[in-house]
């Protein structure tokens, strides 16, 4: 069996409590503090330690061991200002070439849905910071919280993407081959890769709950698992974090992998990355998805944009693209990115307890804020353009 | 002519609490003091704080003995008139809770114990005066201050709001002295014309026990005839005073006209009207910013209710503000509007005055009466409402206009004057 492993990486910009008195006067608006301070922590109990040992994995199996990192722009950003041993422990994973490295929107946002031209910007700024940091140019797209559908599918072509990735979710996409290459509805040229949703979260959450029926999981057990499925490549994939942070190294997480990787070899099962796959296969079949999905719990988009207040919110930090834009104002438009990032809609959910914020009417009032210090700014700008265009015409 | 002596009674007093009742007290203390021998009784106070002219007792810092030495040989009044059963109050709230601890006889007469022990710790714990058993911390406050008011001599009793008015009865049973009822707030304003319970109860029986009614404006006055049946010929509207604050500007750092509410975020005060309007403002001008400073318990479906009118990113929740922000917020404000439903006045719009802030606020107000030159609707109309507030901050010719009446206005409305209209009607109760 072909086995195609993809880890996510990503950390957010938490915002400060950024109140009313601060529109117009104080221009930063993320936490930087609490933000270095996170992702130092992560870095410590996870990407660093996992890195070394899918290093490891890699150098031990002479290479057969192979996966890919989908890391996003902000993370990479983050740990180019506080933790830059962090790029270097990734540069020497990229080194072994053994790790494919996916593209994504930078500032893994939900741009594709909202707006399909700043979508094609922020992969295009993502693949650059990939190539400059890694030497590789991505070929494979992973969208935010994999975000599919037809639609972006069709993006993806148009970006000249070999590949996409999909969550494998039955109530979603109705006629459904997990394990085999896809297209979206007349886009042939980029296959869709669909995750192996079952699979996935076995390792990323079932793994440790005592109440599952297969609990302990012996990484024997899965490999035979893995071994005994049928179809083209068999795709798992989940948050980098679960190795170290939402699974502490008391769960035994690392010594996990570090069974299971051999143990796939051992029964001869091949690993590829997803860039080799859709270079090996042809696709099987269409699938229609009309509406866009995500690897979410329900698999749909409404951890982010199901209540009026992230409704609210999406629809005026999009609404700013152009006077934004028209700016040509590097910085500026950077920060107006920034804002873009799904984590900050994902806290105005009701119910969600991840989160830095008091309640997610705290995380909305301070974005709106911020926002609206934005406004000001994009207009006092546009107003400086303005009147120095018509100076020159005098 | 002979000195007045006041007995005053109070629940809400600064610099302990700071509420807007404890803040008009304050004010008409003060100002009463300079023509009146006034004596104060509250539930709660700071045992080391001096006033300047009178004298306060807080129930608070009383031994349990002298309260016991007071009360021998006397025998409670009851309050039978007070139809219903006491009970878990909120001032606030819209629901009233679960039974007290007051014993009615087979008559339905209520009966009152002697003074425990345990109640004096009503007032000593550090407890909110308006939470937990306030039905009993109304009716012992009311016990204590009866046979307090046995120990000095005064010309007449001054209650403030139904949580002393049951004092005020009693007292003035106890003692025979005349007693005049303030009304800052009925609880028409708190929860609409269909309010009824305990505390309508309170009100409406203090109101008619009293000889004299001070409301706080005409408006309020015609919710105490209106409302509970008060013979107008006994009740003389007296304006609130504003203490005189110090203003200052600060330049804006965004472009655009502030326009801002200020207050509870409970129905009374008209939050989601001041959201309507800020919706058809904004569907006019594009140049102005909403503020809404306070919460309550309306804060988070305002919140979403603003993101559905889709005005997020121009209409600003702050949350509970003290006096410095308040401040701060007011010396950047360009339009002050009080949409409120029921508002026997509406300091805070007088307060915006002494700022310069031209205001809109709706008919249904006290402070209305004083302010003739703040434009004025009716509070369900927002579309008038909102037509006053593009006319403010697009004309500048209106805007001074309104600004310098409403400094006009504020000129006398201060305590002095306030204090020498209740004075007034002191003698009017005594005769003198």
Known sequence: MNISLTFHAHQPNRL??????????????????????????????????????????????????????????????????????????????????????????YYASLASLYSPGE???????????????????????????????????????????EGIMADGNRQMISNLHTNDLQCAPLIAATKTIVRNRRLS???????????????????????????RQEGQVVSISMDYETLGERQSDSTGVFEFWRTLIPAILFNEDVFMTPGETVRSFHSTGTIDCPQPISCSTFGTTSQWNAN?????????????????????????????????????????????GFTPYPSPYDAYIYYMNALADLQVRVKQEADMLRAMESKNLA | MKKIKVLELGWEFPPLINGGLGVACMGISKALAKKVDLFVIVPKANPGYEYDGFDLV???????????????????????????????????????????RIVFTREGKLLFSKVHKTDLELFTAHEDLYSGDLARKVIEFSKICAVMARAYEFDLVHAHDWMTYLAGVEVKKATGKPLVVHLHASQFDRAGADARGWIYDIEKYGMEQADAVIPVSKYTGTVAAGHYGINPDKIFPVHNGADPVHVFRTKKKFPEKLVLFLGRLTAQKGPEFFLQIAAKVLEQTQNV??????????LRQLIETGAFHGVGDRFHFTGFLDKTKVNELLSLTDVYCMPSVSEPFGLSALEAAQFNIPAVISKQSGVAEVMK????????????????????????????????QSAQDIKNSNWDTAADKMIRVYHHVLGW
């Open chain 1, 16 to 105: 400060i409590a950024y109140d009313f008195f601060k529109i117009g006067e104080h221009a930063f608006y993320e936490d930087d503090n609490l933000n270095a301070q996170v992702l130092s922590q992560v870095t410590e109990r996870c990407y660093l330690p996992a890195n070394r040992l899918m290093k490891q994995l890699v150098d031990l199996s002479d290479g057969r061991f192979r996966f890919a990192l989908a890391l996003s722009g902000v993370i990479l950003e983050q740990a180019q200002h506080h933790r830059p041993d962090l790029i270097t422990s990734f540069r020497e994973l990229a080194d072994t070439g053994s790790v494919e490295f996916l593209a994504m929107p």
């Open chain 1, 119 to 161: 979508f094609a910007e922020q992969v295009a700024e993502h693949a650059d910071l990939i190539e400059q940091l890694f030497d590789v140019r991505p070929t494979v797209l992973w969208n935010t919280g994999m975000l599919y559908s037809n639609a972006i599918a069709a993006q993806a072509y148009d970006m000249g993407m």
């Open chain 1, 201 to 227: 979260n076995d390792l990323a959450i079932s793994r440790v709950d005592p109440a599952w029926s297969e609990y302990p999981l012996s990484p024997y057990t899965f490999a035979d698992w893995l071994h």
């Open chain 1, 308 to 352: 009026v207040m992230q409704q609210e919110a999406i629809k005026k930090i999009y609404a700013l693209e152009e006077q934004v834009k028209a700016s040509h104002d590097r910085d500026m438009i950077h920060v107006w990115r920034k804002l873009q990032s799904a984590d900050h809609f994902h806290y105005m959910e009701k119910g969600n």
């Open chain 2, 58 to 100: 807080g129930i608070n810092n009383l031994e349990y003995r002298q309260v016991e030495t007071l009360e021998s040989g006397y025998m409670y009044e009851s309050f039978a008139a007070v139809g219903k059963a006491p009970i878990d109050l909120q001032p606030y709230a819209s629901g009233e809770g679960t039974p007290g």
């Open chain 2, 289 to 298: 910013r909403f503020v809404m400073a306070g919460t309550g318990e309306k």
């Open chain 2, 373 to 404: 030159g703040a434009l004025k609707a009716d509070f369900w109309d927002v579309d008038m409402m909102a037509k006053h507030i593009v006319d403010l901050v697009t004309d500048e010719k209106l805007y001074k206009k309104v600004a310098e």
